[in-house]
């Protein structure tokens, strides 16, 4: 069953990674040309929302703050920007965004008294956006100005309700782990996701650069009690018939976790959160009159198959070693299938690290040298992040649903 599971997993991420290479640029301009067809696409008033937790992110808000002011595009009817805050009490830097909303009134600054998550902060927000299409972003996040026009292209033609773009690490080398980080988001961003939108129009809402249908957005409520929101919010809306696409020509920046125990934190919760949607929606998945069959199997893969990979990884290589010492008394048929399984596992994640090398965003630092890193150090990755996984698993058990504030650089974020 375990090798099952692993040869299935690799040929998925091939099979996506071929996809992407070879269909990606033809079917998304098919499908964006269909959805402004015959519409008025000049870009609308819209919304911006960043939510930060200060003082976690005072390091970097300002700066967030006045890139997206000097740099969005701005239409005839203008554009707003909500700053959704939360803070333990008073801060110096709350005068700074002052003076600085001060000069930009298009900046609205919301503190919202009594939150403690993300979630009750885009919840406080949602009721004050007055555009037709709301951008949600990260405190560290900085859309492309060009991305604007392009995600509403999408909203425009009335066929999807949410744009995912694709998140790229800009500070990729700082260390050896923002450069594996880095890679990482490549093939998350620039292969998995846009593979699903090839092949089962499936999308998913990753928490930030995320463009709404603002109607939609005022119609769905963020769960605080969800480690991960943004992909309880993702099944909240396929199961009520919206749809979401990913387009990894939307793109925004971001920084990485500059070392291992932020991370482990923020893995931990992100591993965490999707266990606790697996647990709330596969059987409304299941029973789900919107979603298609495609749609079901994409998603129950991630959720089941994912966490049963998270338990075999763990003694995956014990079975390994003791295949290897039993070769000489296998019969010719099951050495030769053992020889394809093991070559399948051995190109299958080089080639998808390849394949988002292709496709690579030129936002992005990372070059050849990083993809190479990345193959060498997977191994040892991918076992940091399954055990990671497994204690996720534990914490689930327990009862413990502790957010820890994921530190980058200087400062932290959440």
């Not at 070879?22 to 040309?33: A, P």
């Not at 269909?34 to 609308?44: G, N, Y």
């Not at 990729?172 to 996701?193: I, K, P, W």
């Amino acid at each position: 069953m375990t090798t099952i599971l692993f040869v299935l997993a690799a040929l998925m991420g091939m099979v996506e990674a071929t996809a992407t290479w070879l269909g990606y640029r033809s079917i998304t301009r098919h499908r964006l040309r269909r959805q402004s067809h015959h519409r008025d696409t000049q870009l609308p008033r819209y919304s911006v929302i960043v939510v930060a937790y200060l003082p976690n992110e005072q390091g970097i808000i300002l700066d967030t703050l006045s890139y997206l002011l000097d740099t969005l595009p701005r239409p005839q009817a203008g554009l707003e920007i909500i700053l959704a805050y939360n803070r333990p009490q008073p801060l110096p830097i709350e005068g700074q965004l002052q003076h600085l909303a001060e000069q930009h009134p298009e900046l609205k600054l919301l503190h919202v008294e009594g939150s403690h998550s993300k979630a009750e902060n885009l919840n406080a927000a949602i009721h004050l956006v007055t555009g037709d299409m709301t951008l949600i972003l990260d405190a560290d996040l900085k859309p492309a100005p060009e991305s604007i026009r392009r995600a509403w292209r999408w909203l425009a033609g009335g066929q999807y309700d949410v744009v995912q773009g694709r998140n790229v690490i800009r500070n990729a080398q700082d260390n050896l782990l923002t450069r594996v980080v880095a890679v990482e988001f490549e093939h998350l961003y620039g292969v998995s996701h846009p593979a699903r939108s090839l092949l089962a129009d499936l999308g998913i809402f990753g928490g930030s650069n995320g463009y709404w249908r603002t109607n939609v957005l005022r119609g769905i409520r963020f769960n605080p009690k969800m480690l991960t929101e943004d992909i309880d919010v993702t099944l909240k809306l396929l199961l009520r018939g919206y749809r979401i696409i990913h387009d990894r020509d939307v793109i925004a920046t971001e920084l990485a976790p500059v070392d291992g125990s932020a991370l482990w934190s923020q893995r931990r919760r992100w591993a965490q959160g999707w266990l606790q949607v697996g647990l709330k929606y596969t059987w409304p998945i299941f029973r789900s009159e919107h979603l298609g069959l495609a749609q079901k199997i994409y998603l129950l893969c991630m959720f089941i198959c994912g966490i049963a990979l998270h338990f075999t990884i763990i003694y995956y290589p014990l079975i390994l070693c003791h295949e290897l010492a039993s070769l000489n008394s296998l019969p010719a048929p099951a050495l030769q299938w053992f020889g394809w399984i093991t070559a399948l596992l051995l190109i299958s994640s080089p080639y998808q690290v390849f394949v988002a090398h292709q496709g690579r965003s030129s936002a992005s630092p990372w070059n050849g040298r990083d993809s190479l890193l990345y193959c060498f150090v997977l191994p040892v990755y991918s076992f940091f992040k399954n055990m990671v996984c497994l204690v996720a698993v534990y914490y689930q058990l327990i009862g413990r649903r502790d957010w820890v504030v994921t530190r980058r650089g200087d400062c932290t974020v959440t």
